[in-house]
C-alpha cells in the first residue's frame, strides 16, 4: 500500500465520521440524501462479497466491515431513529435511482474483467459508486444553503476519490503491468462528477461565506 491509497482510505473514513458527527451531535439528517446513503451500501455489499470467502490483511477487512457497519447505521438513523427521521427531507430526495443502478448493471454484465457472479457484482460496484452521490448533489442544489458538517461531508467524499487517482498514477509508474482500467475511467468520471462542487466549496471557503449551489 502506497500513501496516496491510505490517504485516500483515510479521507473516505474521515467522511463517514464526520457524517455520523453531524447526525449524532444535531439529531438532525437535514440536507442528506438517504437514496445515496442506500447506493452507498448497495456499493459496498456487492464489492466486498470476498469476505465471505478470503482474507487478505486485518486492514482490508477492517475497512471493508466498517464501511458496510457506517453505511447501515446511517440508513438506519434516518430511517428509523425517532428524532432523526423527523428531519429526513423525502419530498425534495427524488432521485429516481433506477436510472442508475439499471445501466450500471447491464454495463456490468456486459463490461467486466470475466464473467462470473462475485466478478460481475464487483464489477457493478464500481460503476456505481461513480455515479452515487448524484442523488446527494441534486439534494443540496435544491436545498440551496447547505451546512457546515454536510459540505465538509461531501468534500471529503470526493477528495478521497481524487487520493486514489494520484494512487494510480502512482502504481502505473511504479508497479509493471499494472493495468485497471474499468476502475480507471469510472474513478475519472466519479472525480469529474465532484468538480463543480470543489468549486463552488473553496470558493464559499475563500470568501467565508455559506456555500451554496446554483440550481
Same mark, same amino acid.
Given at each position: 500500500m502506497n500513501i496516496f491509497r491510505l490517504a485516500g482510505d483515510m479521507t473516505h473514513l474521515c467522511s463517514i465520521v464526520v457524517l455520523l458527527l453531524?447526525?449524532?451531535a444535531t439529531k438532525s439528517c437535514a440536507g442528506l440524501s438517504l437514496k445515496t446513503q442506500e447506493?452507498?451500501?448497495?456499493?459496498?455489499?456487492?464489492?466486498?462479497?470476498?469476505?465471505?470467502? =478470503?482474507?487478505? =490483511?486485518?486492514? +482490508?477487512?477492517?475497512?471493508k466491515l466498517i464501511f458496510i457497519g457506517s453505511s447501515s447505521c446511517i440508513i438506519w438513523y434516518m430511517r428509523e431513529h425517532k428524532v432523526v427521521s423527523q428531519t429526513y427531507d423525502s419530498a425534495q430526495d427524488t432521485f429516481r435511482v433506477v436510472f442508475l443502478i439499471g445501466p450500471c448493471f447491464v454495463l456490468a454484465v456486459l463490461v467486466n474483467h470475466e464473467f462470473t457472479l462475485t466478478e460481475v457484482l464487483w464489477t457493478?460496484?464500481?460503476?456505481?459508486?461513480?455515479?452515487?452521490?448524484?442523488?446527494?448533489?441534486?439534494?443540496?442544489?435544491?436545498?440551496? +444553503?447547505?451546512d457546515t458538517l454536510t459540505g465538509n461531508y461531501v468534500f471529503?467524499?470526493?477528495?478521497?476519490?481524487?487520493?486514489?487517482?494520484? +494512487?494510480?498514477?502512482?502504481?502505473?509508474?511504479?508497479? =509493471?503491468?499494472y493495468r485497471q482500467?474499468?476502475?480507471?475511467?469510472?474513478?475519472?468520471i466519479q472525480t469529474a462528477i465532484y468538480c463543480d462542487f470543489f468549486y463552488y466549496y473553496i470558493m464559499?471557503?475563500?470568501?467565508?461565506?455559506?456555500l451554496s449551489l446554483p440550481a
Open positions: 453531524k447526525i449524532n447506493l452507498y451500501l448497495a456499493v459496498f455489499l456487492t464489492r466486498y462479497l470476498d469476505l465471505l470467502y =478470503s482474507y487478505i =490483511s486485518l486492514y +482490508n477487512t477492517c475497512m457493478f460496484s464500481i460503476y456505481l459508486e461513480a455515479v452515487a452521490i448524484l442523488p446527494q448533489l441534486v439534494l443540496l442544489q435544491r436545498t440551496k +444553503n447547505i471529503l467524499l470526493g477528495g478521497y476519490r481524487a487520493f486514489y487517482l494520484l +494512487n494510480w498514477v502512482y502504481r502505473i509508474l511504479t508497479e =509493471s503491468g482500467w474499468i476502475v480507471w475511467v469510472s474513478g475519472t464559499s471557503w475563500r470568501r467565508n461565506e455559506r
